[in-house]
């Protein structure tokens, strides 16, 4: 609606397939393909699936980025690419920014404009707070040659970086601290209330937009499970995972809110139900 054709996207690990598979459309015959780097050879992955060992497919899967061009029922389009990134979180950052100059150099989208490309970056609280590459990046955001025209900072702040807690790994309030520096606005919104997260990030997208600024959302959430798929959290943050445990799903909170906002059940579980019919559909595309 204000005129953005193309985002650029950077981003960690954590999240990644799902950001690639219902973000930027991947397909999951592709994703799937990647684990054994079989390059999209179904009778191979088939083949694999019931004879060899994939505890040990490493983590190129993670790696890899991707490029799509949304529709949307207005007729507008949008393209996007998420930015290959080796997991070394950060890294990628300013490549991404210098993959939006480029594109609205080519576009001659620069000056005081920039508002047809954009990029959204991705952090981890711990990283956001603790890499260097941030605030070097954020520095740059007004110097003439690097202006992009403002970032989306969109921090996952789940509140663990790794197994330490915030206290034991930064000396600010908020790990979305950085950004007073640049005098950014910074939304801090609970990651449990999906339509709060929503609204947020449009008033971000607005705000970019309108003032060419860089703009930080603090997504307060948590990690319902560990780190990884042998880290158990209740070693680390014992306090903090038997509250996690107790917590309702993010999916059930937005159900009640639903209904508290006149919805029906029946549009609850059509809504549910075209998610399962989605995961059948590719499940069964794929096998």
Same mark, same amino acid.
């Given at each position: 609606?204000?005129?953005?054709?193309?985002? +650029?996207? =950077?981003?960690?690990?954590?999240?990644?397939?799902?950001?690639?598979?219902? +973000?930027?459309? @991947?397909?999951?015959?592709?994703?799937?393909?990647?684990?054994?780097? /079989?390059?999209?050879?179904? %009778?191979?992955?088939?083949?694999?699936?019931? /004879?060899?060992?994939?505890?040990?497919?490493?983590?190129? @899967?993670?790696?890899?980025? =991707?490029?799509?061009?949304?529709?949307?029922?207005?007729?507008?389009?949008?393209?996007?690419?998420?930015?290959?990134?080796?997991?070394?979180?950060?890294? !990628?950052?300013?490549?991404?920014?210098?993959?939006?100059? =480029?594109?609205?150099?080519?576009?001659?989208?620069?000056?005081?404009?920039?508002?047809? +490309?954009?990029?959204?970056?991705?952090?981890?609280?711990?990283?956001?707070?603790?890499?260097?590459?941030?605030? %070097?990046?954020?520095?740059?955001?007004? !110097? @003439?040659?690097?202006?992009?025209?403002?970032?989306?900072?969109?921090?996952?702040?789940?509140?663990?970086?790794?197994?330490?807690?915030?206290?034991?790994?930064?000396?600010?309030?908020?790990?979305?601290?950085?950004?007073?520096?640049?005098?950014?606005?910074?939304?801090?919104?609970?990651?449990?209330?999906?339509?709060?997260?929503?609204?947020?990030?449009?008033?971000?997208?607005?705000?970019? *937009?309108?003032?060419?600024?860089?703009? !930080?959302?603090?997504?307060?959430?948590?990690?319902?499970?560990?780190?990884?798929?042998?880290?158990?959290?209740?070693?680390?943050?014992? @306090?903090?995972?038997?509250? +996690?445990?107790? *917590?309702?799903? /993010?999916?059930?909170?937005?159900?009640?809110?639903?209904?508290? *906002?006149?919805?029906?059940?029946?549009?609850?579980?059509?809504?549910?139900?075209?998610?399962?019919?989605?995961?059948?559909?590719?499940?069964?595309?794929?096998?």
């Amino acid at each position: 609606e204000f005129g953005l054709e193309d985002v +650029v996207i =950077a981003m960690p690990h954590r999240g990644r397939l799902n950001v690639l598979a219902n +973000v930027l459309k @991947k397909p999951l015959k592709q994703v799937f393909s990647e684990f054994r780097d /079989s390059h999209y050879d179904i %009778e191979k992955i088939l083949e694999e699936l019931e /004879s060899q060992d994939w505890s040990s497919s490493g983590d190129v @899967k993670y790696h890899l980025g =991707a490029h799509s061009t949304r529709e949307y029922g207005d007729g507008k389009s949008v393209s996007m690419s998420l930015e290959a990134n080796p997991s070394h979180l950060e890294t !990628v950052g300013p490549i991404a920014l210098g993959r939006t100059r =480029a594109k609205q150099f080519f576009r001659g989208d620069t000056e005081e404009q920039f508002n047809e +490309v954009m990029p959204i970056l991705m952090h981890g609280d711990a990283a956001f707070a603790g890499q260097g590459v941030c605030y %070097e990046s954020m520095q740059l955001a007004k !110097v @003439k040659d690097f202006n992009v025209g403002g970032t989306i900072h969109i921090v996952v702040n789940n509140q663990v970086g790794f197994t330490t807690n915030p206290w034991n790994s930064r000396s600010t309030e908020y790990c979305s601290d950085l950004g007073k520096t640049f005098n950014c606005p910074i939304f801090h919104v609970n990651g449990d209330d999906g339509f709060a997260v929503v609204e947020a990030c449009e008033m971000a997208a607005e705000f970019r *937009q309108k003032f060419n600024t860089d703009v !930080v959302i603090d997504i307060v959430c948590f990690r319902r499970f560990g780190h990884n798929e042998i880290d158990n959290p209740d070693f680390t943050q014992p @306090k903090l995972y038997e509250a +996690v445990r107790k *917590q309702e799903s /993010s999916e059930s909170k937005a159900a009640t809110e639903m209904l508290k *906002q006149g919805h029906s059940q029946q549009e609850i579980d059509d809504i549910r139900n075209m998610i399962t019919y989605v995961v059948i559909f590719f499940y069964f595309d794929f096998f």
